[in-house]
């Protein structure tokens, strides 16, 4: 049964929907509002078929945002053919799901009675601090609503620090957060023994990707647990002497004798980082001599030579997200309002282009003001948006609008 409840409980989506993206020109009854949720609502009733759910639909809880900012959670539904009607029906700007199951989804938090939750992770553009990111995204200044380029805390016009950032990933960002995703994956396997094929790999719609991991070995564990892995994934608390040796405050190294361990891991990682093999998997006087080798040929101490390393090969996953096993998550096969793009599956990690694969279809001539001038490409086409009026495909129109770059021109 379909039931709307307001939500009591505090909203954990992972994208901060409550003040969640404002659209900069918004107005009451915002055409573009109006003309996203007819888009959208057309996308849907066309591309239903790329929605993906497991086969437990009745034990998820889902979520609705719709395009009058209203959040609606606790959501159930029987079956996948009742949810798509109802995504139909109300045209929601994001569709959540929880990777948690549960015995009665649409009860309050306390009463849903957990029955476990899949891993997931979220690697996000914004936790990688690349240099090109301060280039290419832009500022809105919501005070005297002027757009610029580039990354500012305050509006070079009006000096207010009222700004927001619009995120325009580039294909250096989506190359970036790629490598990210490899290194998860790599470490869930060889150090947590999760089959690939179990690993199940989402371009998040915008500025990033998720990973949804199905394992029972870790369905039931409690956040408590969840929190220990993103601590490993993230390198935090490594203890130089696992690696075999110690540097003390006067930076002298001993070798820790007795610490012998099969050559894998984060230990592995580091050693090759730090081009130390191991032979045999122990440490000998040979190894000492690199290690004072590698001390007395750089400028930079061995500890910070190794903190490097941990920053360099740690997985940059938002802990939050692994760790909140009530949240509710963008659901696979929707479109994100963020981008008008679809979170969709990477079936192939590293030819995977979303501004490709992850637009929507629909394609009818459209018309756009735009408040600024940008480059975009969309299926391999790139359009030179200029300000002012532009004719664009529909899918490109939709993320130019959903960035707050355009409004939609609606003839009168
Ligand atoms: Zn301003
Ligand atoms: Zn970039």
Redesign the pocket.
Known sequence: MTSFTSSPTPDNTKDHPIESFTYPHSVQDDPNKIWLEKVYRKHYFNSSTEIELDDYVSEHEFGFRLFDGHIRRHLNFKNKRELIASIIKFSPSDVFCSPARYQYPSASMDQKGWLGADLIFDIDGKDLQLDCAQIHNMTF?K??K?IEKGVQSN?S??K?SLVQVIELPCQNCIKNLKKEVTKLVEVLHEDFGIDKDNINIFFSGNNGFHIHVIDDNFFRSNSMKRSSLTQYLLGRGYLIDNLGFRVDTSNNITLLRNKIYYNRGWRARLLNQLHLQLKNHRLDDKFIKKITHIKETNNLGILDMINNQIQNISVKIDPNVTIDIHRIFRLAGTINSKSGLVKSRCKDLNSFNPFTESCIKEDSLVKVNAFVDTKTAFNGSSYKIKTGQNILPEYVAVYVVSKGLGDIYIEK
């Open positions: 200044c005070n005297c002027v509006c016009k009006c207010s």
